[in-house]
């Protein structure tokens, strides 16, 4: 079986079909990543730029240890210290590289649509988003699909609850793309200034913003971060505040009095959104997630280097 493009920009473009594939074969990744020699060969005429023109941590050392453990050849890009600074456009910037016999590329940007006018122009090169802006971040939804499904042993059905910044959070666009088209039911929780007013109609999704309400009605919490470096307005009068609001404590999830599994894409604000008595506890599959991240990244991977541009 095969993915239906070429690229991955978003989960918006993926059918169910694709999705399952993915997460059917993270799982054979994920056993591979279990064994002595946590490598396979199966990129090994592949070259990767990772080209990062944003900040990241997991996301960038995770597709970095899953082109290794697929044995492609990797190049990373930071966007400083590189010619950007010296006005060079995102496409010269890819086209330079590519002329380099680069075969793939994944990228994150802060503006939203980036690897979309990428693979506008560079049909025949397989572009993977990283997170564009606060658009989507489709690895991140994909592991956390993955995360769901090995932590309760599906997602038809579940109910999964987002808390905190909707608005401006790709993981959140991402995360209820994916929910939806996989037959999970969806709640958002926040402050109001943080949800987006069209969201219930417009995605299908169930807003409460009484936060103890919705992790009642939940499953699954996956808590988000004030994305703070995306709002040019006030939309929240303190972080102390928002914390006494919407922070996921201890005190609240025992009022609350049921198992909830607790999910963070990262990089987490302790005592923020989350409290760290609630992130570190038996609870929280965080550190899963991360782990879970490499095997996704390295089926992403795979499955896009086996599509031929001219198929789609
Ligand atoms: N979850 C996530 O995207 O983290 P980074 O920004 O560290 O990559």
């Not at 990373?76 to 590519?98: C, M, P, Q, R, Y």
């Not at 991977?301 to 031929?308: E, M, Q, R």
Request: neutral net charge.
């Amino acid at each position: 079986m095969q993915l239906s493009s070429n690229h991955l920009l978003g989960i918006k473009e993926l059918s169910p079909a694709d999705i399952s594939l993915i997460l059917d074969t993270a799982v054979q990744f994920k056993e591979v990543l279990q064994r002595p020699v946590k490598k396979v060969p199966s990129l090994r005429d592949i070259t990767i730029v990772n080209l990062f023109y944003e900040n990241s941590t997991r996301t960038r050392i995770s597709f970095e240890l899953a082109e290794k453990r697929l044995g492609a050849d990797t190049i990373n890009f930071s966007a400083s210290g590189s010619s950007v600074s010296k006005g060079e456009t995102l496409l010269d910037t890819v086209n330079n590289i590519l002329s380099m016999k680069v075969d793939m590329v994944v990228m994150r940007h802060s503006a939203s649509g980036a690897p979309h006018f990428l693979a506008r122009h560079l049909p025949a090169t397989a572009i993977v988003n990283a997170g564009d802006g606060i658009n989507e971040h489709p690895t991140q939804a994909l592991l956390d699909a993955f995360s769901i499904k090995e932590k309760i042993g599906a997602l038809e059905g579940k109910k999964i609850l987002l808390i905190g910044d909707i608005m401006h959070s790709r993981v959140a666009l991402s995360n209820i793309y994916l929910l939806k088209k996989m037959g999970a039911e969806v709640m958002v929780s926040g402050p109001p200034t943080l949800i987006p007013p069209y969201i219930k109609e417009a995605m299908d999704v169930q807003v409460e913003y009484n936060l103890k309400k919705a992790l009642q009605w939940c499953d699954v919490a996956n808590v988000l971060r004030i994305q703070l470096e995306r709002q040019n307005q006030v939309l929240f009068s303190s972080l102390r505040e928002y914390n006494l609001a919407y922070g996921v404590t201890r005190k609240l999830l025992e009022e609350v009095g049921k198992e909830i599994v607790i999910m963070h894409p990262g990089p987490i604000n302790r005592g923020v959104e989350i409290d760290s008595d609630v992130a570190d506890s038996g609870q929280s599959i965080i550190l899963q997630q991360v782990e879970n991240g490499v095997a996704v990244r390295m089926a992403v991977l795979y499955l896009l280097a086996g599509v031929k541009p001219e198929q789609n």
